[in-house]
C-alpha cells in the first residue's frame, strides 16, 4: 500500500521501444494529476535510442513537430519505489495521440492488440517468465563477478542450482521478494545458474499482458535494489564470453472461455493446436529474431552448446532447441520460447511469441518433426546470424508484418540502424558499459 501523505514524488514512466523508462517526475501524490489528458509528453520519447537520443529521421520529431500524447496509467495502477531513500511512487502509463487513439509504437499497445485477436477467438493467453541476470561488480574498465558479502572474496566459478551462493546474497534476495510483493509480482523460485554470480527468478504464469508487466517492472526492480545494496546487475545477454548467456525464456499456454487448456489431449504430444502453434512459431523465428536478440552483444549469446538456440528446431523436453514442450500434467501442456535474451523488451517478445503462435493456429500450419538430440548438430534453419540481418529481417518479413503495426516495424527498424551506426564508432572493448547502464 501507498500511503498518499508521505509520498515525495511521483515516477510518471512508460515502456520505449528498448523497454526502458520514458517519463517525468511529479511531486507529490495527487490523484488530479492523473487525470486522463493531464499528464502529456512528447510522442517520439518512446522512440529513442540506447543512449537516449532521437532517432535522426525519425518522422516523430521533426517532421510532424514532435507532437506530444497523452499519457493514460496502466491496469497497474500507482506502485511504490522500493529501491529509493525517500518515499516515492512509481505510475506506469501508456501512450496515446490527440485523437484519444493507443499510439501504435507503444510496445504495451503492440500486445494488447495481439490479445484483442485472442479474445476475438474465445481465447486467453496465460503466460510466465524465467528471468536471468548476473549481479556484477563494474569498473571504469572491466566487468568482474561481484564480491561475496560474507567472505568478501570476489565469485570465481559457477555454482549450478547452489544454495550457498543464495545464503551469501540473502539480503538482496529478501529485498527482492519484499520488493516483488510491493509491487505485485509473484515470485516462484529462484535459482543460482550456471554462470558466475548469475542467477534466476521464475515468474508467476498468468494473463500474458501481466506477465509482461511483471517482467518489465522485475527488471527494473532487480537493477534499482542491486544498487541499492552496492552492487550492480545486468540483463545484457552475454556478460562474459566464457560463461552462460542471459535468457528470458517465455512459457504460456492458451485457453477457451471455458477455462480449457486448448493444449491438451491427455497425451504426452498434445494437441494439434499445439502443434500449430509450434509451426507458427517456427515460421517466424527468423524474421522476429530482431525482437529476440535486439543488440549486437546479443548474438555472442547464440552459440554452440552454450543453452541458448541457434537454429528453428522443437522438441520434448529438449533444451538444445527454440521451442521445447515440457513435461508433467497433461492439464499445464504448455509451450517455452526459448530464444529471447534477458536484454529484450518483454511487451515486444510477448508480442512476437503469441502473434507468431497465434497465425499457426489460423492457418493450421504443421510444424517439422520434433527432434530428440541435440539441436546444436542439426542443420534447420537458422536464427539471424547478426543484428544487421536481423534487421533486414525484421523489415522485410511478411509475417512479422501481420503481427506488428507498420508504425512500430518502422520506428524500431530506425532505432536499431542507429544503434547499430553508433556502436561502429565505440570500441568494442567499451560496448558492455552502455549496455550495464541501460539494459
Not at 523497454?19 to 509528453?41: A, C, N, T, V
Not at 554462470?195 to 504464469?205: A, D, P
Not at 545477454?237 to 485457453?255: E, V
Amino acid at each position: 500500500m501507498i500511503d498518499s501523505e508521505k509520498v515525495k514524488s511521483v515516477r510518471i514512466a512508460a515502456c520505449d521501444l528498448n523497454g526502458q523508462m520514458r517519463g517525468k517526475r511529479l511531486p507529490g501524490l495527487e490523484k488530479k494529476k492523473f487525470k486522463d489528458g493531464s499528464i502529456r509528453m512528447p510522442i517520439s520519447a518512446l522512440n529513442v535510442d540506447i543512449f537516449g537520443a532521437d532517432i535522426e529521421d525519425s518522422p516523430l520529431v521533426f517532421e510532424t513537430g514532435d507532437q506530444d500524447g497523452f499519457l493514460k496509467i496502466t491496469s497497474r495502477g500507482v506502485l511504490p519505489i522500493p529501491w529509493l531513500k525517500n518515499p516515492t511512487a512509481l505510475a506506469p502509463v501508456s501512450m496515446f495521440t490527440e485523437h484519444e487513439e493507443p499510439f501504435e509504437g507503444d510496445p504495451r499497445h503492440a500486445l494488447e492488440r495481439i490479445m484483442k485477436s485472442y479474445e476475438s477467438k474465445g481465447l486467453k493467453a496465460i503466460a510466465a517468465t524465467e528471468m536471468e541476470f548476473y549481479l556484477i561488480d563494474e569498473r571504469k574498465t572491466s566487468l568482474l563477478p561481484p564480491i561475496n558479502p560474507i567472505s568478501r572474496q570476489r565469485l570465481s566459478t559457477p555454482n549450478i542450482l547452489g544454495i550457498s551462493e543464495l545464503d551469501c546474497f540473502d539480503d538482496f534476495f529478501n529485498d527482492l521478494q519484499n520488493g516483488c510483493e510491493q509491487i505485485g509480482i509473484t515470485v516462484q523460485s529462484i535459482t543460482s545458474e550456471s554462470g558466475c554470480g548469475q542467477f534466476e527468478v521464475t515468474l508467476k504464469h498468468c494473463d500474458a499482458l501481466t506477465a509482461s508487466d511483471d517482467a518489465w517492472l522485475f527488471k527494473i526492480l532487480t537493477k534499482g535494489l542491486a544498487r541499492k545494496h552496492g552492487i550492480a546487475a545486468t540483463f545484457m545477454a552475454k556478460p562474459y564470453l566464457q560463461d552462460a548467456g542471459n535468457g528470458m525464456h517465455i512459457h504460456f499456454s492458451i485457453i477457451d472461455r471455458n477455462g480449457e487448456n486448448i493444449f491438451n489431449n491427455s497425451k504426452n504430444e498434445g494437441s494439434k493446436l499445439l502443434t500449430s502453434a509450434v509451426a507458427g512459431c517456427l515460421r517466424c523465428l527468423r524474421g522476429s529474431t530482431l525482437i529476440f536478440a535486439p543488440f549486437a552483444n546479443s548474438y555472442k549469446r547464440f552459440v554452440k552448446d552454450a543453452h541458448a538456440p541457434t537454429s528453428a528446431q522443437w522438441g520434448y523436453e529438449n533444451r538444445t532447441t527454440a521451442i521445447r514442450i515440457p513435461g508433467g500434467d497433461f492439464a499445464s501442456k504448455r509451450i517455452e520460447h526459448r530464444v529471447a535474451g534477458g536484454d529484450t523488451n518483454p511487451y515486444l517478445v510477448m508480442t512476437a511469441v503469441l502473434g507468431s503462435a497465434l497465425l499457426g493456429i489460423e492457418k493450421k500450419l504443421t510444424p517439422i518433426k520434433p527432434i530428440a538430440n541435440n539441436a546444436y548438430s542439426n542443420s534447420a534453419e537458422k536464427l539471424a546470424r547478426n543484428w544487421k540481418d536481423a534487421i533486414n529481417y525484421f523489415e522485410n518479413d511478411k509475417a512479422i508484418k501481420q503481427i506488428f503495426s507498420n508504425e512500430l516495424i518502422e520506428n524500431l527498424v530506425r532505432t536499431k540502424r542507429q544503434e547499430l551506426n553508433k556502436f561502429k564508432k565505440i570500441e568494442a572493448k567499451n560496448h558492455w558499459k552502455y549496455y550495464v547502464a541501460s539494459i
